[in-house]
């Protein structure tokens, strides 16, 4: 059974940029979609963005952002080291959460949502603290 890591959070000043990796082992993740997920202190877990594998299909094998972070974020795939990016830019405070990746079959907004409400399983994130 695969596992996936997420890193390189760290802490930033507003407007400024982090990359997180989501590295799998166990698992070739070119083949599935990818989300990435973040949890506020005091909030509910939210969908951030997600990326369409191989597996996915025409219908679920693009991208979706969130509307508080299109623009800013963007999710990338590197299929040699096996790892999925989230690229932040233009970083705001509200932006400052752990963030968590979990592989799908699919990538659409109510691919998200039904993981948000089914998935109880979640690794250890990484955490994102924007603040000056």
């Known amino acids: 059974q695969g596992a996936l890591v997420e890193s390189w959070g760290g802490l930033v000043q507003p407007g400024g940029s982090l990359r997180l990796s989501c590295a799998a082992s166990g698992v070739t993740l070119e083949y599935y979609a990818v989300g990435w997920f973040r949890q506020a202190p005091g909030k509910e877990r939210e969908g951030v963005s997600c990326v369409g594998g191989s597996n996915s299909g025409t219908q679920y094998g693009g991208t979706y952002y969130a509307e508080s972070v299109k623009g800013r974020f963007t999710i990338s795939r590197d299929n040699d080291q096996n790892t999925v990016y989230l690229e932040m830019n233009n970083l705001k405070p509200e932006d400052t959460a752990v963030y968590y990746c979990?592989?799908?079959?699919?990538?659409?907004?109510?691919?998200?949502?039904?993981?948000?409400?089914?998935?109880?399983?979640w690794g250890q994130g990484t955490q994102v603290t924007v603040s000056s």
């Open positions: 979990a592989t799908a079959l699919g990538c659409s907004e109510s691919v998200i949502e039904t993981m948000l409400r089914v998935r109880d399983a």
